[in-house]
């Protein structure tokens, strides 16, 4: 069983740059979610995914948008990169249940992101 | 708005001791808690949670981590570390609100374990 997956694993932009990252969720998951991890941090939520739609936004600015797909599986766009962007950012899915909030989110292993 | 925090960036230990990382947590609501490790180069691994009944929570490697609510605390313990639990630990918390999902996270806690 394929857990979450996440590409490319490292990436190399420039100030001012769009870059998208892609998630694969864990097979039977319906949710995703997006945090940015700076370096010795720890992950800070961006925003959240559900059938297709934004369920819930952190405290991140406009330029950070995504979208999830009718397989569930998600992109995370950030326009006119900065260089405090440079971090590990990180997919999560789960399984939506009653719990809602207490729902297991499953991680995978990142992008690096390093911008110049 | 709901914080949590990790009192202690870095914990060394020599294997076979015990160890307790310690989490506190504000919220103006109820909570979940939860424990994640992350071994170097990796994503985020669930090592426990806490959603409701028992305030103890093992994990199936030997951690456990209490729910204090009059404390605000949910702190992590082994009774005897290895080698292989060298690795960074979050604390993180969520609201168990309507339509709260968010995890919010700690700063982390760095676990070496000495030979």
Known sequence: DAGVTQSPTHLIKTRGQQVTLRCSPKSGHDTVSWYQQALGQGPQFIFQYYEEEERQ???FPDRFSGHQFPNYSSELNVNALLLGDSALYLCASSLRTSGGAGDTQ???PGTRLTVL | AQSVTQLDS???VFEEAPVELRCNYSSSVSVYLFWYVQYPNQ???LLLKY???STLVESINGFEAEFN???TSFHLRKPSVHISDTAEYFCAVSSSGAGSYQLTFGKG???SVIP
């Open chain 1, 57 to 59: 936004r952190g405290n």
């Open chain 1, 106 to 108: 499953y991680f995978g």
């Open chain 2, 10 to 12: 870095q914990v060394p």
């Open chain 2, 43 to 45: 994503g985020l691994q």
């Open chain 2, 51 to 53: 959603l409701s009944g």
């Open chain 2, 69 to 71: 609510k009059s404390q």
């Open chain 2, 109 to 111: 806690t760095k676990l």
